[in-house]
Protein backbone atom coordinates (compact mmCIF):
# COMPACT_ATOMS: atom_id res chain seq x y z
CA UNK A 1 0.00 0.00 0.00
CA UNK A 2 1.82 2.99 -0.96
CA UNK A 3 1.70 6.20 1.12
CA UNK A 4 0.49 9.63 -0.03
CA UNK A 5 3.70 11.21 -0.73
CA UNK A 6 4.24 8.18 -2.72
CA UNK A 7 1.43 8.77 -4.84
CA UNK A 8 1.88 12.34 -5.11
CA UNK A 9 5.68 11.57 -6.22
CA UNK A 10 3.90 8.95 -8.90
CA UNK A 11 1.28 11.71 -10.25
CA UNK A 12 3.60 14.73 -10.17
CA UNK A 13 6.04 12.25 -12.32
CA UNK A 14 3.85 11.13 -14.34
CA UNK A 15 2.43 14.34 -15.13
CA UNK A 16 5.87 15.68 -16.10
CA UNK A 17 7.26 13.29 -18.04
CA UNK A 18 4.01 13.25 -20.47
CA UNK A 19 4.42 16.96 -21.02
CA UNK A 20 7.45 16.73 -23.05
CA UNK A 21 6.08 13.61 -25.12
CA UNK A 22 2.36 15.19 -25.49
CA UNK A 23 4.24 18.72 -27.24
CA UNK A 24 5.96 16.25 -29.43
CA UNK A 25 3.45 14.44 -30.37
CA UNK A 26 1.52 17.36 -31.21
CA UNK A 27 4.29 18.88 -33.41
CA UNK A 28 4.30 15.14 -35.47
CA UNK A 29 0.64 14.82 -35.99
CA UNK A 30 1.12 18.84 -37.54
CA UNK A 31 3.60 17.84 -39.58
CA UNK A 32 1.56 14.57 -40.61
CA UNK A 33 -1.42 16.99 -41.66
CA UNK A 34 1.00 18.89 -43.65
CA UNK A 35 2.24 16.06 -45.28
CA UNK A 36 -1.53 14.48 -46.51
CA UNK A 37 -1.97 18.26 -47.53
CA UNK A 38 1.16 18.06 -49.82
CA UNK A 39 0.22 14.42 -50.97
CA UNK A 40 -3.63 15.76 -51.71
CA UNK A 41 -2.11 18.78 -53.55
CA UNK A 42 -0.01 16.32 -56.16
CA UNK A 43 -2.95 13.86 -56.20
CA UNK A 44 -5.67 16.31 -56.52
CA UNK A 45 -6.87 16.30 -60.11
CA UNK A 46 -10.38 14.95 -60.50
CA UNK A 47 -10.60 12.03 -62.91
CA UNK A 48 -14.18 12.38 -63.52
CA UNK A 49 -14.13 10.61 -67.76
CA UNK A 50 -15.50 7.12 -67.04
CA UNK A 51 -18.17 6.48 -64.21
CA UNK A 52 -15.41 3.64 -62.18
CA UNK A 53 -13.25 6.71 -62.54
CA UNK A 54 -15.53 9.29 -61.04
CA UNK A 55 -16.15 6.30 -58.26
CA UNK A 56 -12.54 5.91 -57.81
CA UNK A 57 -12.07 9.55 -57.37
CA UNK A 58 -14.89 10.28 -55.01
CA UNK A 59 -14.05 7.39 -52.64
CA UNK A 60 -10.00 8.56 -52.43
CA UNK A 61 -11.69 12.57 -51.39
CA UNK A 62 -13.76 10.67 -49.06
CA UNK A 63 -10.69 8.59 -47.64
CA UNK A 64 -8.96 11.83 -47.52
CA UNK A 65 -11.25 13.60 -45.46
CA UNK A 66 -11.88 10.28 -43.09
CA UNK A 67 -8.28 10.63 -42.57
CA UNK A 68 -8.05 14.91 -41.83
CA UNK A 69 -10.79 14.13 -39.35
CA UNK A 70 -8.80 11.69 -37.34
CA UNK A 71 -5.86 13.45 -37.10
CA UNK A 72 -8.09 16.63 -36.08
CA UNK A 73 -9.38 14.85 -33.40
CA UNK A 74 -6.42 13.44 -32.03
CA UNK A 75 -4.85 16.75 -32.32
CA UNK A 76 -7.31 17.93 -30.34
CA UNK A 77 -7.40 15.44 -27.45
CA UNK A 78 -4.31 15.60 -27.24
CA UNK A 79 -4.25 19.78 -26.56
CA UNK A 80 -7.16 18.97 -23.95
CA UNK A 81 -4.58 16.59 -22.09
CA UNK A 82 -0.99 18.37 -22.54
CA UNK A 83 -3.79 21.74 -21.48
CA UNK A 84 -5.14 19.50 -18.22
CA UNK A 85 -0.95 18.42 -17.16
CA UNK A 86 -0.12 21.72 -17.06
CA UNK A 87 -2.97 23.10 -15.03
CA UNK A 88 -2.41 20.04 -12.84
CA UNK A 89 0.95 20.18 -12.27
CA UNK A 90 1.46 22.82 -9.44
CA UNK A 91 -1.70 20.89 -7.39
CA UNK A 92 -2.66 17.82 -8.80
CA UNK A 93 -5.49 17.51 -6.52
CA UNK A 94 -7.15 18.57 -3.45
CA UNK A 95 -9.12 15.59 -2.48
CA UNK A 96 -9.46 11.79 -2.24
CA UNK A 97 -13.19 9.81 -2.07
CA UNK A 98 -12.64 6.04 -1.04
CA UNK A 99 -15.78 4.34 -1.82
CA UNK A 100 -17.17 1.14 -2.50
CA UNK A 101 -19.61 0.22 -5.50
CA UNK A 102 -21.45 -3.43 -4.67
CA UNK A 103 -19.10 -5.77 -2.79
CA UNK A 104 -16.28 -4.57 -5.57
CA UNK A 105 -12.78 -3.56 -3.66
CA UNK A 106 -12.39 0.15 -2.50
CA UNK A 107 -11.60 2.57 -4.79
CA UNK A 108 -9.74 5.62 -4.24
CA UNK A 109 -10.91 8.36 -6.50
CA UNK A 110 -8.55 11.94 -6.41
CA UNK A 111 -9.78 14.84 -7.65
CA UNK A 112 -8.73 18.21 -8.82
CA UNK A 113 -9.14 21.05 -10.79
CA UNK A 114 -9.63 19.54 -13.98
CA UNK A 115 -9.27 15.22 -15.15
CA UNK A 116 -6.37 13.94 -16.47
CA UNK A 117 -6.23 10.09 -18.05
CA UNK A 118 -2.97 8.71 -18.95
CA UNK A 119 -1.70 7.69 -21.90
CA UNK A 120 -3.14 4.45 -21.54
CA UNK A 121 -6.72 6.02 -20.92
CA UNK A 122 -6.22 5.41 -17.33
CA UNK A 123 -8.12 7.99 -14.83
CA UNK A 124 -5.19 9.20 -12.57
CA UNK A 125 -7.42 13.05 -11.80
CA UNK A 126 -11.36 12.90 -11.66
CA UNK A 127 -12.47 16.35 -13.17
CA UNK A 128 -14.21 18.38 -9.74
CA UNK A 129 -17.46 18.84 -11.79
CA UNK A 130 -17.54 14.94 -12.38
CA UNK A 131 -21.05 13.70 -11.60
CA UNK A 132 -19.08 11.36 -8.68
CA UNK A 133 -16.93 14.07 -7.16
CA UNK A 134 -20.79 15.82 -5.89
CA UNK A 135 -20.20 12.98 -3.11
CA UNK A 136 -17.25 14.91 -1.73
CA UNK A 137 -19.24 18.51 -1.70
CA UNK A 138 -22.38 17.00 -0.27
CA UNK A 139 -20.60 16.03 2.59
CA UNK A 140 -22.50 12.45 2.63
CA UNK A 141 -21.57 9.55 4.07
CA UNK A 142 -21.77 5.98 4.59
CA UNK A 143 -24.14 4.18 2.08
CA UNK A 144 -25.51 6.91 -0.64
CA UNK A 145 -25.83 7.33 -4.18
CA UNK A 146 -25.09 9.61 -7.26
CA UNK A 147 -26.34 10.40 -10.74
CA UNK A 148 -24.76 10.00 -14.01
CA UNK A 149 -25.90 9.19 -17.34
CA UNK A 150 -29.49 9.28 -16.05
CA UNK A 151 -28.86 6.79 -13.84
CA UNK A 152 -28.24 6.46 -10.04
CA UNK A 153 -25.68 4.69 -8.81
CA UNK A 154 -25.50 3.37 -5.19
CA UNK A 155 -21.83 3.65 -3.64
CA UNK A 156 -20.30 3.46 0.01
CA UNK A 157 -18.66 6.63 1.12
CA UNK A 158 -15.69 5.22 2.83
CA UNK A 159 -13.05 8.14 3.61
CA UNK A 160 -12.55 11.75 2.49
CA UNK A 161 -9.07 12.76 2.94
CA UNK A 162 -8.33 16.86 1.63
CA UNK A 163 -5.08 17.77 0.67
CA UNK A 164 -2.28 20.92 0.09
CA UNK A 165 -0.13 20.19 -2.32
CA UNK A 166 3.00 22.38 -4.02
CA UNK A 167 4.09 21.09 -6.98
CA UNK A 168 5.70 17.56 -5.59
CA UNK A 169 5.57 18.37 -1.91
CA UNK A 170 2.75 17.28 -0.22
CA UNK A 171 2.16 19.91 2.70
CA UNK A 172 -0.88 18.64 4.24
CA UNK A 173 -2.91 15.64 4.16
CA UNK A 174 -6.27 15.43 6.68
CA UNK A 175 -8.84 12.78 6.71
CA UNK A 176 -12.04 13.95 7.57
CA UNK A 177 -16.19 13.45 7.31
CA UNK A 178 -16.59 16.69 5.82
CA UNK A 179 -15.31 18.23 2.49
CA UNK A 180 -13.56 20.89 3.95
CA UNK A 181 -11.71 21.22 7.32
CA UNK A 182 -11.24 24.48 9.35
CA UNK A 183 -7.83 24.68 8.44
CA UNK A 184 -8.10 24.65 5.10
CA UNK A 185 -11.12 26.99 4.91
CA UNK A 186 -8.95 29.45 7.62
CA UNK A 187 -5.68 29.40 4.87
CA UNK A 188 -8.28 30.41 2.33
CA UNK A 189 -9.67 32.89 4.02
CA UNK A 190 -6.15 34.78 5.56
CA UNK A 191 -4.88 34.90 1.74
CA UNK A 192 -3.13 38.26 0.93
CA UNK A 193 -5.73 39.83 -0.85
CA UNK A 194 -4.27 40.50 -5.27
CA UNK A 195 -6.98 42.39 -6.18
CA UNK A 196 -7.90 39.55 -8.59
CA UNK A 197 -10.27 36.27 -7.57
CA UNK A 198 -9.11 33.06 -7.25
CA UNK A 199 -10.71 29.94 -8.31
CA UNK A 200 -11.76 28.02 -4.56
CA UNK A 201 -12.61 24.44 -6.04
CA UNK A 202 -10.91 22.80 -3.07
CA UNK A 203 -13.23 25.18 -0.63
CA UNK A 204 -16.61 24.73 -2.29
CA UNK A 205 -19.38 24.84 1.08
CA UNK A 206 -22.42 22.52 0.93
CA UNK A 207 -24.68 24.90 -0.13
CA UNK A 208 -22.67 26.69 -2.39
CA UNK A 209 -22.57 22.76 -4.01
CA UNK A 210 -26.35 22.82 -4.20
CA UNK A 211 -26.16 26.36 -6.40
CA UNK A 212 -23.20 25.30 -8.49
CA UNK A 213 -24.91 22.07 -9.56
CA UNK A 214 -28.62 23.36 -10.05
CA UNK A 215 -29.65 21.66 -13.25
CA UNK A 216 -33.22 21.28 -12.71
CA UNK A 217 -34.32 24.85 -13.66
CA UNK A 218 -33.70 27.22 -16.35
CA UNK A 219 -33.53 30.30 -13.94
CA UNK A 220 -31.55 30.06 -11.25
CA UNK A 221 -32.16 33.05 -8.64
CA UNK A 222 -29.37 32.95 -5.67
CA UNK A 223 -29.58 35.86 -2.47
CA UNK A 224 -26.31 35.64 -0.69
CA UNK A 225 -25.35 37.22 2.16
CA UNK A 226 -21.97 39.33 2.12
CA UNK A 227 -19.11 37.14 2.22
CA UNK A 228 -21.17 33.86 1.04
CA UNK A 229 -18.75 33.83 -1.91
CA UNK A 230 -21.69 34.80 -4.34
CA UNK A 231 -18.89 35.83 -7.26
CA UNK A 232 -16.75 32.69 -6.41
CA UNK A 233 -19.54 30.77 -7.05
CA UNK A 234 -21.00 32.44 -9.65
CA UNK A 235 -17.86 31.70 -11.93
CA UNK A 236 -17.95 27.95 -10.46
CA UNK A 237 -21.23 27.56 -11.66
CA UNK A 238 -19.97 28.94 -15.55
CA UNK A 239 -16.91 25.86 -15.23
CA UNK A 240 -19.57 23.87 -14.43
CA UNK A 241 -22.38 24.19 -17.26
CA UNK A 242 -19.40 24.04 -19.57
CA UNK A 243 -18.14 20.98 -18.08
CA UNK A 244 -21.95 19.57 -18.43
CA UNK A 245 -22.68 21.15 -21.67
CA UNK A 246 -18.99 20.12 -23.18
CA UNK A 247 -20.05 18.71 -26.10
CA UNK A 248 -22.40 21.59 -27.16
CA UNK A 249 -21.69 24.50 -25.51
CA UNK A 250 -18.78 27.09 -26.42
CA UNK A 251 -17.26 29.80 -24.01
CA UNK A 252 -19.06 32.33 -26.68
CA UNK A 253 -22.41 30.71 -25.92
CA UNK A 254 -22.17 32.11 -22.78
CA UNK A 255 -22.52 35.77 -21.34
CA UNK A 256 -21.59 37.17 -17.99
CA UNK A 257 -22.69 40.77 -17.13
CA UNK A 258 -20.18 42.29 -14.64
CA UNK A 259 -21.29 45.73 -12.40
CA UNK A 260 -18.09 47.73 -14.34
CA UNK A 261 -15.34 47.10 -15.70
CA UNK A 262 -13.21 47.05 -12.89
CA UNK A 263 -15.00 43.60 -11.73
CA UNK A 264 -14.12 42.34 -14.85
CA UNK A 265 -10.37 42.37 -14.15
CA UNK A 266 -11.24 41.09 -10.76
CA UNK A 267 -12.58 37.93 -12.01
CA UNK A 268 -9.71 37.30 -15.15
CA UNK A 269 -7.60 34.53 -15.01
CA UNK A 270 -10.51 32.24 -12.70
CA UNK A 271 -11.92 29.97 -15.82
CA UNK A 272 -8.52 29.41 -17.61
CA UNK A 273 -7.48 28.32 -14.03
CA UNK A 274 -9.98 25.52 -14.10
CA UNK A 275 -9.19 24.62 -17.56
CA UNK A 276 -12.04 26.39 -19.65
CA UNK A 277 -12.07 29.61 -21.67
CA UNK A 278 -13.05 33.14 -20.94
CA UNK A 279 -16.88 33.94 -21.50
CA UNK A 280 -18.06 37.02 -23.13
CA UNK A 281 -17.96 39.49 -20.72
CA UNK A 282 -19.62 43.04 -20.17
CA UNK A 283 -21.43 45.39 -18.75
CA UNK A 284 -25.36 45.85 -18.74
CA UNK A 285 -24.97 49.25 -20.13
CA UNK A 286 -22.40 48.53 -23.22
CA UNK A 287 -24.36 45.08 -23.93
CA UNK A 288 -27.48 47.44 -24.21
CA UNK A 289 -25.27 50.00 -26.56
CA UNK A 290 -24.69 46.71 -28.97
CA UNK A 291 -27.85 45.38 -28.73
CA UNK A 292 -28.97 49.15 -29.87
CA UNK A 293 -26.94 49.37 -32.62
CA UNK A 294 -28.33 45.60 -34.54
CA UNK A 295 -31.58 47.62 -34.34
CA UNK A 296 -30.08 50.93 -35.49
CA UNK A 297 -30.30 52.66 -31.88
CA UNK A 298 -27.53 54.43 -30.35
CA UNK A 299 -27.01 56.31 -27.22
CA UNK A 300 -29.14 54.39 -24.96
CA UNK A 301 -30.15 55.70 -21.67
CA UNK A 302 -31.15 53.37 -18.82
CA UNK A 303 -33.02 56.11 -16.90
CA UNK A 304 -36.61 57.27 -16.97
CA UNK A 305 -38.00 55.14 -18.96
CA UNK A 306 -40.96 52.97 -18.99
CA UNK A 307 -40.39 49.14 -20.38
CA UNK A 308 -42.83 47.82 -17.26
CA UNK A 309 -45.91 50.09 -18.69
CA UNK A 310 -44.77 49.36 -22.02
CA UNK A 311 -45.35 45.32 -21.46
CA UNK A 312 -48.67 45.83 -20.31
CA UNK A 313 -49.25 48.01 -23.43
CA UNK A 314 -48.33 45.44 -25.82
CA UNK A 315 -50.95 43.13 -24.54
CA UNK A 316 -53.95 45.48 -25.10
CA UNK A 317 -56.45 44.94 -28.31
CA UNK A 318 -54.58 46.40 -31.50
CA UNK A 319 -57.80 47.51 -32.04
CA UNK A 320 -57.89 50.21 -29.96
CA UNK A 321 -54.54 51.69 -31.87
CA UNK A 322 -55.39 54.24 -34.87
CA UNK A 323 -52.38 52.67 -37.07
CA UNK A 324 -51.91 52.39 -40.77
CA UNK A 325 -49.62 49.20 -40.21
CA UNK A 326 -52.20 46.91 -38.49
CA UNK A 327 -55.04 47.38 -40.95
CA UNK A 328 -53.45 44.80 -43.10
CA UNK A 329 -53.50 41.70 -40.60
CA UNK A 330 -56.77 43.18 -38.32
CA UNK A 331 -59.43 41.62 -40.79
CA UNK A 332 -57.74 37.81 -40.26
CA UNK A 333 -57.00 38.11 -36.42
CA UNK A 334 -59.57 38.09 -33.90
CA UNK A 335 -60.95 41.17 -32.10
CA UNK A 336 -59.65 41.19 -28.92
CA UNK A 337 -56.00 40.30 -30.96
CA UNK A 338 -53.18 42.46 -28.79
CA UNK A 339 -50.71 44.31 -30.90
CA UNK A 340 -48.10 42.17 -29.50
CA UNK A 341 -49.80 39.71 -31.39
CA UNK A 342 -50.86 41.82 -34.96
CA UNK A 343 -47.04 43.42 -34.97
CA UNK A 344 -45.41 39.62 -34.81
CA UNK A 345 -47.71 39.22 -38.03
CA UNK A 346 -46.73 41.55 -39.48
CA UNK A 347 -43.25 41.35 -39.37
CA UNK A 348 -43.04 38.13 -40.56
CA UNK A 349 -45.16 39.05 -43.57
CA UNK A 350 -42.50 42.18 -44.11
CA UNK A 351 -39.93 39.23 -44.05
CA UNK A 352 -41.92 37.13 -46.42
CA UNK A 353 -42.03 39.82 -49.18
CA UNK A 354 -38.84 41.16 -48.80
CA UNK A 355 -40.15 44.87 -47.28
CA UNK A 356 -38.69 45.19 -44.23
CA UNK A 357 -36.45 48.22 -43.43
CA UNK A 358 -32.47 48.25 -43.26
CA UNK A 359 -32.85 49.67 -39.95
CA UNK A 360 -35.67 47.78 -37.66
CA UNK A 361 -35.78 51.34 -35.98
CA UNK A 362 -37.59 52.78 -39.09
CA UNK A 363 -40.51 50.45 -39.05
CA UNK A 364 -42.71 52.19 -36.76
CA UNK A 365 -43.92 55.84 -36.14
CA UNK A 366 -42.93 55.64 -33.04
CA UNK A 367 -44.48 59.40 -31.42
CA UNK A 368 -47.82 57.94 -32.90
CA UNK A 369 -47.66 55.03 -30.82
CA UNK A 370 -46.70 56.86 -27.92
CA UNK A 371 -49.72 59.13 -28.04
CA UNK A 372 -51.91 56.00 -28.67
CA UNK A 373 -50.71 55.37 -25.41
CA UNK A 374 -50.73 58.98 -23.66
CA UNK A 375 -47.22 58.70 -23.34
CA UNK A 376 -45.23 61.88 -23.83
CA UNK A 377 -42.14 60.31 -25.56
CA UNK A 378 -40.77 57.02 -26.24
CA UNK A 379 -37.45 56.81 -25.13
CA UNK A 380 -34.44 55.24 -27.14
CA UNK A 381 -34.30 52.18 -24.73
CA UNK A 382 -38.43 52.00 -24.90
CA UNK A 383 -37.79 51.96 -28.10
CA UNK A 384 -35.34 48.92 -28.15
CA UNK A 385 -37.57 46.86 -25.35
CA UNK A 386 -40.47 47.19 -28.34
CA UNK A 387 -38.95 46.28 -30.95
CA UNK A 388 -37.37 43.16 -29.24
CA UNK A 389 -41.03 42.05 -28.67
CA UNK A 390 -42.72 43.47 -31.59
CA UNK A 391 -40.65 41.63 -33.97
CA UNK A 392 -39.76 38.55 -31.76
CA UNK A 393 -36.42 38.65 -31.81
CA UNK A 394 -34.17 36.47 -29.66
CA UNK A 395 -30.66 36.07 -28.92
CA UNK A 396 -29.87 33.07 -30.31
CA UNK A 397 -26.12 32.23 -29.91
CA UNK A 398 -26.31 32.59 -25.94
CA UNK A 399 -26.91 29.40 -24.22
CA UNK A 400 -26.48 30.73 -20.94
CA UNK A 401 -26.69 34.00 -19.38
CA UNK A 402 -24.69 34.54 -15.77
CA UNK A 403 -25.71 37.84 -13.83
CA UNK A 404 -24.02 39.39 -10.47
CA UNK A 405 -24.26 42.41 -8.23
CA UNK A 406 -28.20 41.58 -9.68
CA UNK A 407 -29.53 43.56 -6.43
CA UNK A 408 -28.37 46.82 -8.46
CA UNK A 409 -30.83 45.96 -11.43
CA UNK A 410 -34.03 47.45 -11.24
CA UNK A 411 -37.31 46.68 -13.07
CA UNK A 412 -37.01 47.59 -16.33
CA UNK A 413 -33.45 45.42 -16.55
CA UNK A 414 -35.67 41.85 -15.83
CA UNK A 415 -38.41 43.23 -18.00
CA UNK A 416 -35.85 43.47 -21.47
CA UNK A 417 -33.68 40.34 -20.21
CA UNK A 418 -36.83 38.20 -19.57
CA UNK A 419 -38.01 39.23 -23.03
CA UNK A 420 -34.59 38.68 -24.73
CA UNK A 421 -33.25 35.72 -23.75
CA UNK A 422 -36.29 33.66 -23.71
CA UNK A 423 -34.41 30.08 -24.80
CA UNK A 424 -31.11 30.77 -22.50
CA UNK A 425 -30.56 29.56 -19.26
CA UNK A 426 -30.06 32.29 -16.31
CA UNK A 427 -28.33 32.22 -13.38
CA UNK A 428 -28.68 35.50 -10.86
CA UNK A 429 -26.83 36.33 -7.87
CA UNK A 430 -27.05 39.12 -5.68
CA UNK A 431 -27.72 40.62 -2.29
CA UNK A 432 -30.85 42.30 -1.52
CA UNK A 433 -29.63 43.60 1.51
CA UNK A 434 -26.83 45.24 -0.50
CA UNK A 435 -29.15 47.71 -3.07
CA UNK A 436 -28.11 51.50 -2.75
CA UNK A 437 -31.29 52.82 -3.10
CA UNK A 438 -34.97 51.68 -3.16
CA UNK A 439 -35.96 47.77 -2.97
CA UNK A 440 -34.95 45.31 -5.11
CA UNK A 441 -37.62 43.88 -7.14
CA UNK A 442 -38.68 40.62 -7.39
CA UNK A 443 -37.12 39.01 -9.92
CA UNK A 444 -38.62 35.66 -9.93
CA UNK A 445 -41.71 37.79 -11.05
CA UNK A 446 -40.47 38.17 -14.40
CA UNK A 447 -39.75 34.85 -15.12
CA UNK A 448 -42.61 32.98 -14.04
CA UNK A 449 -43.95 31.62 -17.44
CA UNK A 450 -40.21 29.83 -16.82
CA UNK A 451 -38.91 27.01 -14.67
CA UNK A 452 -37.10 28.71 -11.76
CA UNK A 453 -36.10 28.10 -8.46
CA UNK A 454 -34.48 30.92 -5.77
CA UNK A 455 -31.89 29.61 -3.24
CA UNK A 456 -30.10 31.45 -0.25
CA UNK A 457 -26.59 31.60 0.30
CA UNK A 458 -26.86 32.19 4.03
CA UNK A 459 -23.53 31.58 5.72
CA UNK A 460 -20.67 34.11 5.60
CA UNK A 461 -17.16 32.75 4.85
CA UNK A 462 -15.26 36.19 5.49
CA UNK A 463 -12.23 36.62 7.53
CA UNK A 464 -13.15 38.26 10.49
CA UNK A 465 -10.48 40.65 12.47
CA UNK A 466 -10.36 37.58 15.08
CA UNK A 467 -9.88 34.80 12.33
CA UNK A 468 -7.43 36.77 10.81
CA UNK A 469 -5.34 37.46 13.74
CA UNK A 470 -5.92 33.28 15.04
CA UNK A 471 -4.26 32.91 11.41
CA UNK A 472 -1.38 35.12 11.70
CA UNK A 473 0.50 32.42 14.14
CA UNK A 474 0.38 29.78 11.05
CA UNK A 475 1.38 32.49 8.20
CA UNK A 476 4.50 30.76 7.39
CA UNK A 477 3.12 26.98 7.78
CA UNK A 478 0.76 28.16 5.16
CA UNK A 479 2.49 30.36 3.38
CA UNK A 480 3.39 27.94 0.18
CA UNK A 481 -0.71 27.12 -0.54
CA UNK A 482 -1.71 30.30 -2.46
CA UNK A 483 -1.91 28.21 -5.97
CA UNK A 484 -4.65 26.88 -3.80
CA UNK A 485 -6.63 29.49 -1.99
CA UNK A 486 -9.10 31.76 -3.60
CA UNK A 487 -10.84 34.92 -2.20
CA UNK A 488 -14.57 34.66 -0.75
CA UNK A 489 -15.43 37.92 -0.78
Known sequence: MHTEKEHLHFIYHTLHSEIPVLEKQLIQLKQDGLNIKKQLGKDGHLNLETLAEKIDTFANIEANNRQIDA??????????????????????????????????????????????????????????????????????????????????????????????????????????????????????????????????????????????????????????????????????????????????WQAENILLLTPNLTFKTYIQGVLPSLGEQEPLSTTYQTFIQQLGRHFGLNQISTQNNHLEQLSQKVQDPAVTLKLSFLQAVLNQLSPDASLLTAAQNVWRWLGATGQRPEKPVDWLDWQSLAQSWQITELTQYDILYLLIVLTNYRQTNIQAVFIDESQDYDADTWTLLAALFVHAELTIVGDRDQRLAGVSPNIADYFQTRSHTQLQLSTSYRATGAITKYFIRYANLWSQTGRFVQELG
Open 71 to 248: LNLSYSILQKRLKNARLLLPQAYFAKLSLKFDEDDQNQLYLGKVGYVDQHTNDLIYDWRAPVAELYYSNKAGATSYAANGRTIPVTVQAREQFVIDHDRLLSATMTQMAVTDPLLLAVLAENRTGHLKEITATIQGEQNTFIRESDHAVVIANGVAGSGKTSVLLQRIAYQLYQHRYD
